[in-house]
């Protein structure tokens, strides 16, 4: 079966379960889409933790993480990321929404991904907007549509984006660009407060898969 093949039957399986809601992490721990950060993070003690395995034909990278809400609009986290045939480097992240300055569905965040340097530095800054409306599809509703986008170093490369849409009330869909490949996803539930996020990535030539829990709204 081809790695997309494998995205898309991972959310057909699971599409029927329950819909939890809070800012999941990304397949490498950041609150985020697929592989991007995005202006949104925790509330204050709020927390998610989550694995991940991204497959590709040269090597499989494995990681945990962690994130918890400091205080409002302050969320911190750690990722232990393992790529195969090497030792495991452990990143410690940070991202604080900036005060918005009128009531608009806009949200500005600066962050950090490995701030002490173990691999690359990468500060960033990401917009994130809310779109009014959406679509109506033959079989349900694309609705919450947002839009990200960020300049970024290190890992980041540069300019950076994704959109991300609730296709139904169960099934979150993304796509992205990390800087310099395009990735597509899903998020979906299959408990209460558990997440699985599946991924074509690297212009889709490779594969994602994660799963998190984190605390209720």
Same mark, same amino acid.
């Given at each position: %079966? ?14 029927? %379960?329950?819909? +939890?809601? #809070?800012? =999941? ?21 709020? #927390?998610?933790?989550? +694995?991940?395995? *991204? ?36 990143? !410690? ?8 300055? %009128?009531? /608009?569905? /806009?949200? !500005? ?8 340097? &173990?691999?690359?530095? =990468? ?11 959406? /679509? ?12 990200? !986008?960020? *300049?970024?170093?290190? &890992? ?10 609730? /296709? ?12 310099? &490949? ?13 997440? !699985? ?21």
């Amino acid at each position: %079966m081809s790695r997309c093949a494998m995205v898309v039957a991972a959310v057909v399986v699971i599409a029927a %379960m329950p819909m +939890a809601a #809070w800012a =999941s992490p990304s397949l490498l721990g950041p609150t985020g889409l697929l592989l991007i950060p995005t202006a949104e993070a925790l509330g204050v003690s709020q #927390w998610n933790v989550g +694995a991940s395995v *991204l497959a590709s034909d040269s090597e499989d990278v494995t990681a945990l993480y962690a994130n918890v809400g400091v205080f409002k609009g302050l969320e911190v986290g750690a990722s232990r990321v393992k790529p195969e045939g090497t030792g495991a480097e452990t990143f !410690v992240n940070a991202k604080l929404l900036l005060p918005q300055p %009128m009531p /608009l569905e /806009l949200s !500005v965040a600066v962050g950090v991904i490995d701030i002490t340097d &173990q691999v690359d530095t =990468s500060p960033y800054v990401v917009a994130s907007h809310t779109l009014g409306g959406g /679509l109506i599809l033959r079989h349900g509703a694309l609705s919450s549509p947002q839009v990200h !986008v960020g *300049l970024g170093g290190g &890992q980041l490369e540069g300019l950076f984006g994704g959109v991300s849409a609730k /296709l139904g009330d169960r099934l979150e869909v993304m796509a992205e660009y990390d800087g310099s &490949q395009i990735n597509l996803g899903a998020r979906l539930p299959v408990a209460r407060n558990v997440e !699985v996020t599946a991924a074509a990535l690297d212009g889709l030539n490779d594969f994602g898969v994660g799963v998190s829990v984190g605390s209720p709204w």
